[in-house]
């Protein structure tokens, strides 16, 4: 390969070469992504306008909520467009833009997962203490600290990943995707951003690990409640962050599971669809489905909707 040392644009792989089926594509992802959106902003509505909602739990749900459209938003736009205009090409700061918000966004999207598993077992574990432990404080506190480590890891990785010099601009991926720009580079710099990886991959696994061991201790104690009803009632709250949580896991295991090859199969590409796309489009649907609070918070919302206009009628 050679060595190019000014790139200025990378070129993206492409789903398919017939222009019928790039259509599909197109209407395929436009409609996970239409889900994903409506789904999110129904939640960020809800929690918002219904001062019930107003609690740590639902906090923490709001903005995971605004972190699964900053997720998806990352990546399928630029794949919708791809589709639609048959241009697979993304310029070098746009390809610098996505790798960043979306390692911004997913770094950020795990931070709130691991408060979120500390808020379920203070609220279980040690009920009487809770308000005084989950103050709003001490939440806004929780994510800013989130938001600037994410800020952070950020920032360095996209220094790091694009510090390289490249030998070639195809990126065998859909987005810009770490692992496939580092196959590029043509010196070993890319070996520092390998150990970044490395490091990243470990704090990843520290918080899966509290995670576990934080909702060891919380089946301990819902087990320990007498009554069936209180049992099913702490688990119901826990129940939609651990479906979530497991969700990301799997999907980024099989997404890492083997290692990158030079070029990229239908299989690879199904894993990275999976889990860029369908966690942040499911969330939603996770919370809601299960949540007694979000459910009415949305009818009442609807409801709302659906006495203004029928006012407005009657005053016609």
Same mark, same amino acid.
């Given at each position: ?12 792989? $492409?789903? %398919?070469? +017939?222009?019928?089926? $790039? ?30 909602? #107003? ?17 998806? /938003? ?14 697979? /090409? ?7 833009? =996505? &790798? ?28 009487? $203490? ?10 806004? =506190? ?30 065998? =991926? ?25 490091? /990243? ?16 201790? &919380?089946?301990?104690? +819902? ?7 209180? $049992? ?8 939609? #962050? ?29 894993? /990275? ?37 029928? %006012? ?5």
């Amino acid at each position: 390969m050679s060595n190019l040392t000014s790139v200025s644009t990378f070129l993206l792989l $492409q789903f %398919s070469d +017939v222009r019928e089926l $790039q259509f599909i594509h197109f209407l395929v992802f436009l409609t996970m992504y239409l889900m994903a959106v409506t789904g999110n902003l129904l939640i960020i509505i809800a929690v918002a306008l219904d001062h019930r909602l #107003h609690t740590p739990m639902y906090f923490f749900l709001f903005n995971l909520a605004m972190i699964d459209l900053g997720t998806i /938003s990352a990546i399928v736009p630029k794949t919708m467009a791809m589709s639609l205009m048959n241009d697979v /090409s993304i310029s070098y700061s746009g390809c610098v833009a =996505q &790798v960043f918000f979306y390692l911004f966004f997913g770094s950020l999207d795990l931070a709130v997962l691991t408060v979120m598993a500390y808020d379920r077992y203070v609220a279980i574990c040690n009920p009487l $203490q809770y308000e005084r432990i989950m103050h709003k404080g001490a939440c806004l =506190q929780m994510v800013a600290i989130g938001c600037m480590a994410s800020l952070l890891y950020a920032t360095v990785h996209s220094g790091g990943t694009f510090a390289i010099t490249f030998c070639s601009n195809i990126v065998n =991926q859909f987005f810009c995707d770490i692992p496939r720009l580092l196959k590029l580079s043509c010196s070993r710099i890319y070996l520092v951003e390998v150990g970044f990886l490395v490091i /990243s991959f470990g704090m990843a696994v520290g918080c899966f690990i509290f995670i576990t061991v934080t909702y060891s201790h &919380v089946f301990a104690t +819902v087990f320990r409640i007498p009554s069936v009803h209180g $049992q099913k009632k702490a688990l119901s709250t826990c129940l939609p #962050h651990l479906t979530v949580v497991s969700l990301l896991i799997f999907s980024c295991l099989f997404a890492y599971a083997k290692p990158p090859t030079g070029t990229s199969s239908h299989l690879d590409i199904a894993f /990275s669809v999976v889990y860029t796309i369908i966690p942040p489009m499911v969330n939603p649907f996770i919370y809601s489905m299960r949540n007694k609070e979000i459910k009415s918070a949305l009818w009442k919302l609807f409801n709302i909707k659906n006495f203004t206009k029928n %006012s407005v009628v009657c005053k016609d």
